[in-house]
């Protein structure tokens, strides 16, 4: 399956080059339970979901998301072009038809992002230069090896005190783990989301990712998670650690429930919670 006005094969296409708008417009399809046409429900199923699965996802106020966001997260070869061979296979050829050229121009813009060159800008005085590999954390070496750490903490600003408190129990103690802390360990005057990628994906063997119902409304700690799922597809190599440290009134996040949660709200299992995080953190 071929891009409507290129030779772009879009069964290598990710998942993630569509955007918002035609996600929405696909859950306008597919969302509305019907006798007459296949709806998401129908789509998931095609994905291997399991019934459990899918019955939990009823309960999202936008289930054509979530089943998105889920595949992508535990699929390694979801992609646009397999996408629309589900909805082919379950005759909804109507939301191809209407929404290809949608998607033609996602996939255009998502390949251009990708092959464009980095914006240049001339040097100005005679400071190292930074780049992706060097000069953006307190102990990089300009002229020597980039800063490794053990684990990238994501969280939102709100959570800090916790933030804190981790750091206390697994960087000053025995453990002697080196965790990379957003606000603490990278220097002012970088693109975030460029840098912020960097260190998930080069820098940090892991990611702890804190969550609460702030963390939901927050747009950096989503990017962050989404990126890191991108990165290893079904959580095969336990890069992702998702930790509760209090009682939550919003649903727990879905893109994240097949994942292994560190809980520090259970009375009964907190006195293992720092013993089973740092042990999970020194992994190689």
Wanted: negative net charge; contains cysteine; charged residues 25%.
């Amino acid at each position: 399956m071929a891009c409507g006005d290129s030779e772009v094969d879009l069964w290598t296409i990710p998942l993630i080059a569509l955007n918002m708008k035609v996600r929405k417009e696909l859950g306008l399809y597919l969302n509305p339970r019907t006798a007459v046409a296949a709806d998401w429900a129908s789509v998931a199923e095609v994905m291997d979901f399991s019934y459990l699965e899918i019955k939990n996802m009823e309960a999202s106020k936008n289930p054509t998301s979530t089943v998105l966001e889920d595949w992508q997260a535990r699929c390694p070869d979801a992609t646009v072009g397999k996408l629309l061979s589900i909805l082919e296979n379950v005759e909804r050829t109507d939301i191809v038809e209407s929404l290809r050229p949608a998607i033609d121009d996602n996939v255009r813009r998502y390949l251009k992002k990708k092959t464009e060159p980095p914006l240049q800008v001339p040097e100005v005085d005679s400071c190292y230069p930074r780049t992706p590999e060097r000069g953006i954390t307190l102990e990089d070496d300009p002229e020597g090896a980039p800063e490794l750490f053990d684990a990238f903490i994501c969280y939102c600003q709100s959570d800090f005190t916790f933030v804190h408190e981790m750091i206390q129990q697994l960087e000053q103690t025995d453990y002697r783990l080196k965790l990379c802390v957003f606000d603490r360990d990278v220097l002012p005057g970088s693109c975030v989301w460029t840098i912020t990628s960097e260190l998930i994906e080069k820098r940090c063997k892991r990611m702890v990712v804190v969550i609460s119902d702030e963390y939901l409304d927050s747009d950096a700690c989503d990017f962050q998670t989404k990126f890191a799922l991108s990165l290893c597809p079904g959580a095969r190599n336990k890069r992702l650690i998702p930790v509760v440290y209090k009682s939550m009134k919003k649903p727990f996040p879905s893109i994240l429930r097949f994942l292994t949660v560190c809980d520090y709200t259970r009375p009964c299992t907190q006195a293992w919670f720092w013993i089973r995080l740092a042990r999970a953190l020194s992994l190689p």
